[in-house]
């Protein structure tokens, strides 16, 4: 049975990478999906994909940064499917400087992405769930949320406040029907990663190899599914063992 059948589900960082994998699994498990994306050439062409085969899908290009943009993703769901049951607010970006050259403006753009976009977004996909009775709302994190890395300070300060956020978000919301958690992913193989670093990192994760797009993507939906209707406010690691050493 299709876990997701006939859900309406946001997808930010839809274009590509684990965006990209969870949209092809929704849709495989018989949701409507909205791909987000800065990248307009690669959203549209995703977009004509999955139209082609079969599925029912919009591209909507935003920058989860922009008030105005962000209320625009809602407003243009709503119109079209006339609700939003699932949200995955995974867009996010990546830097390493080390911290003694790190600007104030580079500090500031990295937070206003991977943590001030993952607040606006969340807002806005919990004020349409509470039209409707509710929703699941799956945030990315990482597992350097939860652990230090030397040269990511913003990275890492970003991701600790995604995991925080979620942990507020699921208690304030949990007795009306909406459930918040996170994925926290390790080192997963997608072209965020430049091939020279990949041996060192699989060198240095225990279970010896990069994770997949398809294993988040896996992850996701039970998050995004009745299968965790007990989990709010919690996150979910999947990092190869990373972070139990």
Do not use: H
Not at 148 to 155: D, E, H, L, R, W
């Amino acid at each position: 049975m299709s876990k997701l059948q006939d859900k309406v589900a946001i997808i930010t960082g839809g274009a590509s990478g684990i965006g990209a994998a969870t949209a092809k699994l929704f849709v495989e498990n018989g949701a409507k999906v909205v791909i987000v994306d800065l990248n307009e050439e690669k959203g549209k062409a995703f977009e004509q994909e999955l139209l082609g085969k079969g599925a029912e899908a919009l591209f909507i290009k935003a920058n989860i940064t922009n008030e105005e943009e962000v209320q625009n993703i809602f407003s243009t769901t709503v119109e079209k499917y006339g609700r939003v049951d699932v949200l995955f607010n995974n867009a996010g970006i990546g830097r390493v400087t080390p911290t003694e050259e790190l600007s104030y403006s580079e500090w500031r753009n990295t937070v206003n992405v991977d943590l001030d976009g993952v607040f606006l977004v969340a807002q806005a996909g919990i004020k349409e769930m509470l039209k409707t009775g509710g929703g699941s709302i799956i945030n990315t994190a990482s597992m350097y949320g939860w652990v230090g890395s030397p040269g990511s300070a913003a990275y890492n300060a970003s991701k600790g406040g995604v995991i925080n956020l979620t942990r507020s978000l699921g208690l304030e919301y949990a007795t009306r029907g909406i459930r918040v958690n996170a994925l926290c992913p390790g080192f997963i193989d997608t072209p965020i990663i430049p091939e020279e670093s990949k041996e060192a990192l699989r060198q240095i994760t225990p279970m010896q190899r990069l994770g997949q797009a398809e294993e988040m993507a896996k992850a996701v939906l039970f998050m995004a599914s009745d299968d965790s209707s007990f989990m709010t406010g919690n996150t979910l690691t999947v990092d190869g063992g990373y972070t139990a050493q």
